[in-house]
């Protein structure tokens, strides 16, 4: 398994890196950032001058040679695990209950039955601690078999620039494969929007423009809303999605029976 964590405009903090940096993962960079990386981090990768924005360095990483099972990270992650006295509570690793090298095997154990994993959101995950989840929502901690990946022809790019993650878990989903996501551990970020990453170019009309392409290409499975939270987008309100995952495998298991 490889794990890459894609970053842009954060020189000066990685804690995804941190966290992971003695389990061999390494950051794919912008080349105008690479001398300023491979200052303070071991395995720094630059992408193609004509690689833009996040769906082209996703699609990228899927092309590298290698290992096909594959790993993205977003750059700002904190991981937890939950607690052996109260599984709906979590706690920082290391601790009693996990690690962060016991949480990798596990997630690479996954694709002995998933071509497409995760790690779960800590948001809601105290309402549920079965220790795999299938055909859920996967942000911030993105595996694919690449293999597998070439198979179903899975593109990033084929939406817009924004949702590329649920662009192609629905590819995988509506070609019959089936997500696993590891409920043991979880993982957060900082505020949605903050400086670096895909905050250069996600304004909320980018984000708009977005989630109606996402529903336009997958109208059985995806409706828009309008969505405010507290700590996303500063409390503005935006264009979201809803995507019925369990609906999208259960089609393409059926079409691909």
Known sequence: MRIFIPTRGRINAQP??????????????????????????RKVLATPPNIQ??????????????D???????????FAVRRGDDPTKFEGMPSRWGSVQHMLAEL???????????????EGANRDATPVLENRRALRVLGYNADVFREIGGSFQAGGP?????????????SGHASGILNSYV???????AAGGCSTYRTLGVQEDGALTLARRWPAF????????????GGATRTDVIVQWKKAYEYGRKKHA
């Open 16 to 41: 995804t890196y941190d966290a992971l940096r003695e389990h061999g993962v390494v950051l794919v960079c912008p080349p105008d950032e690479f001398d300023a990386h491979r200052l303070r981090y």
């Open 68 to 78: 096909p099972h594959i790993v993205m990270m977003d750059d700002d992650l904190k």
């Open 187 to 193: 993982q957060d970020q900082g505020m949605s929007g």
């Open 108 to 122: 690479e154990m996954l694709f002995k039955r998933y071509s497409h994993v995760s790690i779960s959101p800590r």
């Open 222 to 233: 995806v409706k828009t809303v309008q969505k405010t939270t507290k700590t996303a987008w």
């Open 162 to 174: 924004v949702m590329e993650d649920f662009e192609v878990a629905l590819q995988f989903l509506t």
């Open 53 to 66: 924005g996040i769906a082209a360095t996703r699609q990228w990483i899927m092309e590298l040679p290698g």
